[in-house]
């Protein structure tokens, strides 16, 4: 068991290591941050001694090597563009991101697993095809268009819902929440749609289609023919085989939620991480870009760590062969 | 919630007209720092310039006017100018202005950690002659002098010593870089980089007030179309820019108001004119054609700059003739007329020159640093190719164009160029100079322009103190610049503001929101 955990973890880092690697050696291709921190009036003298002043006249190499240097110490560097260090700034801004990952999970499955239930069981009814069908769109239309539409008509037309931004916060000693006022709930409703909404018509998809065939099964039969009720068999004995698969993937996607917010937050000018990695882009803030992907892979990473060492835990095949190679 | 709590505060505004009022306002960048000192940008200077004053200040019409100075006068022959200060002044924390403080920000604005220290270059010194009068010398007469510190802003040099900031802190940031205290007519009470900044009214303010703001919220919002519907839905109060293909929709929507100007941004193209040979030329090390003049004034005359404005810019910008709009100070009148579109005329002068079939060369442009740039490129790519050059276009965001520009990788290039003085010498400093490191000329002249006689012209026009003589040396460079099209001028770029209705402002040619001007009815 510790040298297949030891195994994996040991690949996590090099898988890291990796990442941060490709990274540094495009940031070259992002642009050249110089321009955005000097004035109109800046001389060619001017523009030599910042870049010597932050090392980027260093080969690559030997950036992302201070950088690593610096990172195992807790230090992320400072951001070009906002004079701050990078984890404060990080730190700011994860709540935004997290509560809008949480709540747009949370409608993922809770809509996804209703509405999957719904078409399985009243498979050949007009409301499962209608349905099926806006859900085929929702997997088709790209993210911002579904929140510039969300916008104009939930705020501009109807005037309902806040058309930006995440509404008033309260502080919780570090951590800004949105879910105790008014505003900062109405807020988060449009931009979670619009986030959840390709994860809920997966979900949907998959227990539907694991439903269906659960559905076929002798056992249901079985349980129908002993006369249970609807409700029992569909709930109790069905639901139950078809979550399974569900409860997987939908842990795999939490990452991708996290880590695909970008566009959500940019069309509704969320103050997440995402948003904030956007900026950097545009300014080239090599620290932030730096932070924000490395930060995302280790998320990654760290959800497929959980996920193998789960599988170790329940598949006895894996440490079947661990034992069966020790004892070699 | 915050739109009903709007809407009550406007049924209360309709009871007691006194009763003053939430302003909120969105552009596409936030102002990096609240220090300023440390970047001479134009998010951070417009921005800073409603909590700091400067000795000068630009009104309405852009002709610079008292404010922390009450009045100033030139010294002897032009050495220096003396500033008289005005008296009473609060900082937003309370503290008195004296001339300390401007001895103070002196030091720090021309300090080596200083973005703004160009400014200052012709200083050769600055003292403190009593409490309210200042003398700064410089070491050549200086007439423009006053206009152009109108964005140096006055820093409480008590405030900066007590807060550790005496010196602006680019790299690391400081406490001048989170928080403000200046003179201004608004004070920051609540800063979040990147997220949002509040602003009150400084109750002890100097000057009378013209507005009725309580309380203004500024949030960056870089997506365009969220702007734009963040205005529509009355979330936001005024926006900055509206995209130009919104322009003419937003304007027929109840309730919302397009604001038009023109910036004071010229927009131009620009030859490498040192270069020996083309970078992007059809066959290797093929002669550079942009070296004559004559091919320069040909593609000047095939680019058909009213239709540029009709299509891409939608009516609203003008044609450019020199290197600065009419609303700066120093334009040349006798050489207000642009060059005529005349394809036949390119044409025979491309023959004259030597190219009869044309020639390729490579054309490079931002697509993310001014409005429309890259569809004017395109306009521009397809008008050369109608007088038969062959431009390879190439577009590319700004965070690698200067680089690119830097490192004279182009034939010819697309550039806007704001004054930063308002006023004609500036571009001639850094546009049409010969480049010189050491004496700071030309530092975006990218193609190396040069002609002794402008660079003979500079130094004089920034010493001479007589109005006429000055006007006439930058007449002759114009003429000279326009003769031998060292640039092509295209248009003066458009300001497009949006706002709600019930909001009254001033739009400034340099794009700078002055809040002070603004009215909720």
Not at chain 1, 142 to 153: A, D, E, K, R, S
Not at chain 1, 247 to 258: D, K, P, R, Y
Not at chain 2, 348 to 367: I, M, R, S, T, V
Not at chain 2, 372 to 387: G, I, P, R, W, Y
Request: aromatic fraction near 10%.
């Amino acid at each position: 068991m510790l040298g297949y955990v030891i195994r994996r973890v040991f690949q996590s880092i090099v898988v890291l290591l990796i990442v941060g690697l490709v990274a540094f050696s495009m940031f070259r291709f992002v642009g050249d941050p110089i321009d955005n921190l000097l004035g109109q009036e800046r001389t060619l003298e001017d523009i030599e001694r910042l870049r010597t002043q932050l090392g980027l006249d260093e080969p690559f190499l030997v950036q992302y090597w201070n950088f690593l240097e610096r990172a195992v110490q807790g230090d992320l560097g400072i951001s070009y563009r906002q004079s701050r260090p990078v984890a404060e700034i990080l730190l700011e801004r994860a709540p935004a991101t997290l509560e809008l990952a949480a709540v747009s999970g949370l409608f993922a499955i809770v809509f996804g697993i209703i509405l999957g239930i719904f078409t399985a069981i009243r498979r050949d009814g007009w409301a499962s095809s209608v349905i099926m069908t806006v859900s085929l769109i929702g997997v088709s239309l790209p993210t911002f268009l579904i929140g510039i539409l969300l916008i104009y008509v939930f705020a501009v037309e109807l005037g309902w819902l806040p058309s930006f931004g995440r509404g008033e916060v309260v502080d919780l000693g570090g951590w800004t929440t949105g879910f105790l006022t008014a505003s900062g709930l109405k807020a988060l409703i449009l931009p979670a749609i619009t986030l959840g909404l390709y994860q809920m018509t997966l979900i949907m998809r998959l227990v539907r289609s694991e439903m269906l065939e659960v559905l076929r099964q002798d056992y249901i039969r079985f349980a129908r023919a002993r006369g249970l009720r609807d409700k029992a068999v569909n709930f109790r004995h069905a639901l139950k085989n078809t979550l399974v698969p569900v409860i997987t993937v939908t842990g795999l996607q939490l990452g991708s939620i996290i880590a695909f917010a970008i566009i959500t937050e940019t069309v509704f000018q969320w103050p997440g991480v995402g948003l904030l990695f956007i900026n950097a882009i545009q300014f080239v803030d090599i620290p932030v870009m730096a932070a924000y992907l490395m930060l995302i892979s280790v998320l990654f990473v760290g959800i497929n760590l959980v996920v193998d060492l789960l599988y170790f835990a329940i598949d006895p095949r894996l440490r079947d062969e661990r034992s069966a190679a020790g004892g070699n | 919630m915050l739109r009903r709590l709007t809407a009550s505060a406007v049924a209360i505004c309709a009871a007691l007209p006194v009763m003053a009022e939430d302003f909120r306002w969105a552009s596409t960048t936030d102002p990096q720092t609240m220090d300023p000192h440390a970047v001479n940008s134009a998010p951070v200077l417009g921005f800073l310039n409603n909590v700091y004053e400067g000795l000068v200040r630009r009104g309405r019409d852009m002709a610079v006017e008292p404010a922390l100075a009450t009045g100033w006068e030139a010294i002897g022959n032009g050495e220096g100018w003396r500033f008289t200060l005005r008296q009473g002044v609060k900082f937003h924390d309370g503290a008195d202005f004296t001339a300390e403080d401007v001895l103070f920000s002196y030091e720090r604005a021309s300090s080596e950690e200083a973005d703004t220290r160009s400014w200052f270059a012709p200083v050769s010194g600055v003292t403190v002659v009593d409490d309210f009068t200042v003398d700064i010398m410089t070491s050549a007469p200086n007439p423009i002098f006053p206009d152009s510190i109108a964005n140096w802003m006055i820093m409480d040099s008590g405030w900066a010593e007590a807060n550790d900031a005496t010196r602006p802190d680019k790299e690391q940031g400081n406490y001048a870089t989170l928080n403000a205290n200046g003179t201004g007519a608004f004070k920051v009470t609540a800063r979040e980089p990147g997220l949002r900044t509040e602003l009150q009214p400084h109750e002890g303010w100097w000057d009378t007030v013209d507005h009725n703001i309580t309380r203004a919220e500024f949030t960056p919002i870089q997506n365009p179309a969220t702007a734009v519907a963040a205005l529509l839905s009355g979330d936001i109060d005024m926006i900055n820019p509206v995209p130009i293909q919104d322009a003419e929709r937003l304007s027929g929507q109840p309730g919302v108001q397009v604001i038009q100007g023109i910036e004071a941004r010229v927009i131009m193209l620009g030859f490498a004119q040192e270069a020996d040979t083309l970078k992007y030329g059809e066959s290797d090390g093929a002669a550079n054609p942009f070296q004559d003049p004559a091919v320069r004034r040909a593609v000047a005359q095939a680019v058909n700059v009213p239709a540029i404005l009709q299509t891409t810019m939608r009516g609203n910008a003008e044609a450019a003739s020199q290197l600065v709009s009419p609303a700066m100070r120093g334009y040349s009148e006798p050489n207000a007329a642009t060059i005529a579109y005349d394809p036949d005329a390119a044409r025979a002068a491309l023959a004259e020159a030597g190219y009869p079939e044309g020639f390729g060369f490579g054309l490079k442009c931002p697509n993310d640093r001014y409005l429309n740039d890259e569809a004017v490129c395109q306009a521009v790519t397809s008008m050369l190719s109608q007088v038969g050059l062959r431009p390879q276009l190439e577009t590319m965001p700004v965070r690698g164009y200067w680089p690119r520009l830097r490192e004279d990788d182009f034939d010819m290039y697309l550039l806007g160029w704001s004054p930063g003085t308002f006023d004609a010498e500036h571009p001639v400093r850094f546009l049409a100079s010969t480049p010189n490191e050491e004496k700071k000329l030309g530092s975006w002249n990218f193609g190396g322009y040069s002609n002794a006689r402008v660079d003979e012209l500079l130094p004089m026009i920034q010493s001479e103190i007589d109005e006429t003589k000055r006007q006439a040396m930058l007449d002759e460079v114009a003429a000279i610049l326009q003769g031998e099209t060292a640039y092509v001028p295209l248009y003066v770029q458009p300001l497009l503001w949006g706002a709600r209705d019930n909001i009254s402002l001033t739009q400034r040619p340099d794009n700078f929101f002055i809040l002070r001007w603004v009215t909720v009815n």
